[in-house]
């Protein structure tokens, strides 16, 4: 008996890749847990502030997420994340292409947001074309961050 692969049924549900697989409008909130690569981090079910519950990346210390394609059809200036953290000190770092050592936005996410998931908004230089781009989390306490989606735009 031969194996042909399988079809990953959410890839069809998914608003953030339409083209192409593997390649992310930037204009688009982008789900997390579609990341491609994960160092450290993982998805978990997630309780948000109606009870409801949503699947995130829980990102601790030191940890990445990776989305390798990402089409800025437009040119963006703004990069938007949503998240929560309960940690002190918490700061998730953009990086693009194959530059892991200089970010090219920070957001801080106040300590004791709790499962109160906000919207953080940072201004970054111009990005178009197709870009890697990379979350690091850092927080002081060796907390988690709960990154739930990010987005970019070319206004604020």
Same mark, same amino acid.
């Given at each position: 008996m031969? !194996?042909?692969?399988? $079809?990953?049924?959410n890839?069809?549900?998914?608003?953030?890749?339409?083209? !192409? &697989?593997n390649?992310?409008?930037?204009? /688009?909130? $982008?789900?997390?847990?579609?990341?491609d690569?994960?160092?450290?981090?993982? /998805?978990?079910?997630? #309780? *948000?502030?109606?009870?409801?519950? +949503?699947?995130?990346?829980?990102?601790?210390n030191?940890?990445?997420?990776?989305?390798?394609?990402?089409s800025f059809?437009?040119?963006?200036?703004?990069?938007?994340?949503?998240?929560?953290?309960?940690?002190?000190?918490?700061? $998730?770092?953009?990086f693009?292409?194959?530059?892991?050592?200089?970010?090219?936005?920070? =957001?801080? =996410?106040? !300590?004791?947001?709790?499962?109160? $998931?906000d919207?953080y /908004?940072?201004? =970054? #230089? &111009?990005?178009?074309?197709?870009? #890697?781009?990379?979350?690091r989390?850092? /927080?002081?306490?060796n *907390?988690?961050?709960l990154?739930d #989606?990010?987005?970019?735009?070319?206004? +604020?």
């Amino acid at each position: 008996m031969s !194996s042909f692969g399988y $079809v990953d049924c959410n890839w069809f549900r998914m608003r953030t890749r339409k083209g !192409s &697989p593997n390649l992310f409008n930037a204009q /688009t909130a $982008v789900e997390a847990r579609y990341y491609d690569e994960a160092l450290l981090a993982k /998805t978990i079910m997630a #309780k *948000g502030p109606a009870n409801d519950k +949503k699947v995130v990346v829980e990102a601790p210390n030191g940890s990445t997420v990776t989305f390798n394609r990402v089409s800025f059809s437009r040119e963006c200036r703004y990069w938007k994340l949503k998240a929560s953290s309960q940690a002190a000190g918490a700061t $998730v770092g953009l990086f693009v292409d194959d530059d892991l050592e200089t970010p090219l936005a920070v =957001i801080t =996410i106040p !300590s004791g947001a709790g499962n109160q $998931v906000d919207t953080y /908004t940072a201004a =970054i #230089k &111009p990005l178009s074309g197709i870009h #890697k781009i990379t979350l690091r989390s850092t /927080t002081s306490d060796n *907390g988690s961050i709960l990154i739930d #989606k990010l987005s970019f735009s070319p206004a +604020k």
